[in-house]
């Protein structure tokens, strides 16, 4: 057996896209809150003003 020393972690999306599983989950927590989060509000959220 192995022993590992390390970690990786794919935050931004490089090795991984985990752009469609994030916008599904926060559409869960808006629904929670009777709201109904679009694709095109979710683009709007990560807009830097």
Known sequence: MNN???????L?????DTA???FL???KIASNF????SKE???KIKEVK
Do not use: P, Q, R, S
């Not at 931004?12 to 991984?16: C, H, K, S, T």
């Not at 009777?34 to 989060?37: Q, R």
């Open 4 to 10: 590992h020393t390390f970690a990786l972690f794919d």
């Open 34 to 37: 009777g709201y109904e989060l």
């Open 41 to 43: 509000n979710n683009g």
């Open 20 to 22: 469609k599983n994030h």
């Open 25 to 27: 989950e926060w559409k």
């Open 12 to 16: 931004d999306g490089v090795i991984v």
